[in-house]
């Protein structure tokens, strides 16, 4: 087996090696062991120097410093580890230790976070970091933490941008651009419903598959947001990005349960706070690879639109029902969020 590194890009052969991997190293082995070295796996969907990957790096840099190399962080990015779905489940089950996760996925997985999936539910970046900065974002990081069966702890949020529509056929300008389109949706049924709502067909795909599916017309473009579309590598096959910017979806940072309540009152104290650090790292660096992801698109020759107010209200009023399926259990919150200027 290859041998793996702190800090940096690792390859594993399929999640057998990697839970074998885990056990060799012993992580949380258990409080009468609290003093072993303890190495936490971290996996990311994203390659190595994307935002969400550098900030939970730079967070095990720390923690191996705070801890006189007692705790590291072993990262695996680049879907190396499975698609979302998979690793959910290795988290769940322990095999993982950390996970930045999409929300859309874990909309699956704990319900009361859905309201950050509704298509437009925030004006704007601004408004959805004050909100993750704020109450809510603490409480429904608490719903992950309290939720009876997901064996899951809610360590942060991180900036994952505003999702726009890219593809490989034609500019999107308007609705009627979109129709009979096959994209690329998260495993959500809620990106589905939104998909009918906007004219096109939704296709759940795993994020380790968007790439080939785009090169071989399984799909014809996707929704996400502009590093993402470029550190991926889409752009090289969808050389059209429309900035609808329909979804501000912040991605979380969460823990397996079971490792977690083996670790001592300090150890999760500690990474508690590093985390409140690591939100804050993360947007920091995700406003500079945001314009360096623009200048290497556009360099790349893709097209980037800009969508008309009159055709961007037409996005949201088109909306309304997938508003009126998911969004009733979520009125609370979503009347705080619009509150916040």
């Known amino acids: 087996m290859e041998k793996c590194h702190r800090i940096e890009r690792r390859s594993v052969l399929g999640l057998g090696a990697a839970a074998a991997l885990g056990a060799s ?26 935002p969400t990957v550098a900030a939970v790096e730079s967070m ?40 930045a996760a999409g929300v859309g996925w874990m909309g699956s997985v704990i319900n009361d976070i859905n309201v950050f999936n509704l298509p437009f539910v925030f004006r704007d970046t601004t408004q959805m970091q ?19 069966t997901a064996n899951l702890v809610g ?7 505003a999702r726009s529509f890219y593809d490989s056929k034609k500019p999107i300008h308007t609705m009627a651009d979109l129709k009979g389109l096959k994209i690329r949706v998260q495993g959500n049924p809620m990106f589905v419903d939104m998909m009918t709502a906007l004219g096109g067909n939704g296709v759940p795909l795993g994020y380790d598959q968007v790439f080939s599916a785009l090169q071989t017309g399984v799909i014809d473009g996707a929704e996400n947001s502009m590093p993402s579309f470029v550190f991926d590598n889409h752009y090289q096959v ?9 979804l501000i979806v912040p991605d979380v940072l969460v823990a397996s349960r079971k490792n977690w309540d083996a670790m001592s009152a300090d150890d999760r104290a500690l990474i508690t706070k590093l985390s409140r650090e690591v939100q804050m790292e993360n947007r920091q660096l995700w406003n500079v690879y945001e314009k360096v992801a623009m200048e290497k698109a556009k360099a790349a020759g893709v097209q980037v639109f800009e969508i008309s107010p009159p055709d961007k209200k037409a996005f949201q009023d088109a909306v309304k029902p997938v508003w009126d399926k998911y969004g009733a259990p979520f009125a609370g919150i979503i009347s705080r969020i619009q509150a916040i200027s």
């Open 130 to 148: 004050q909100v993750i900065d704020g109450a809510i974002g603490k409480e429904l990081l608490d719903k992950i933490t309290n939720h009876p």
């Open 155 to 161: 360590l942060c949020w991180l900036d994952g941008g």
């Open 25 to 50: 190293i012993g992580p949380f082995a258990g409080p009468a062991q609290a003093q072993q070295k303890m190495a936490l796996k971290y996996t990311n969907d994203h390659p190595s120097g994307y």
């Open 60 to 99: 095990g840099k720390k923690l191996e410093a705070a801890t006189n190399g007692r705790l590291s962080i072993l990262s695996y990015p680049g879907g190396q580890l499975g698609g979302p779905k998979e690793v959910i489940e290795q988290v769940e089950i322990g095999a993982v230790q950390m996970y």
């Open 238 to 246: 969808a050389k059209f990005y429309s900035l609808t910017e329909h």
